[in-house]
Structures are given as C-alpha cells and as structure tokens.
C-alpha cells in the first residue's frame, strides 16, 4: 500500500505543472463552491 500511495504521489506532482491545472484549482480556491469548477474541468478535458 505504501508503494501505491508514493506512486500516485509522485504522478500527481509530475502532472501538477499543468498550467490549466493550476488555473483551475486557483480558481476553485476563490469560489465558495468548487465543484462548480472542478466538474466542468474533468467532462470537458
């Protein structure tokens, strides 16, 4: 289990980069409702 965690942790900090990504969740912070950007985000990649 500890290897999958690493694994995944390390992916998602490789992958964090993204720009959009970063846009995204910059905005999410901002809102009072963050799924109402994180959903559009993952339907419309």
Request: charged share 15%; hydrophobic share 55%; net charge positive.
């Amino acid at each position: 289990m500890k290897l999958f965690i690493s694994t995944a942790l390390l992916i998602f900090l490789a992958e964090l980069g993204d720009k959009t990504q970063l846009a995204t969740m910059t905005l999410s912070a901002k809102e009072k409702s963050p799924l109402t950007i994180f959903v559009p985000y993952l339907v419309l990649p």
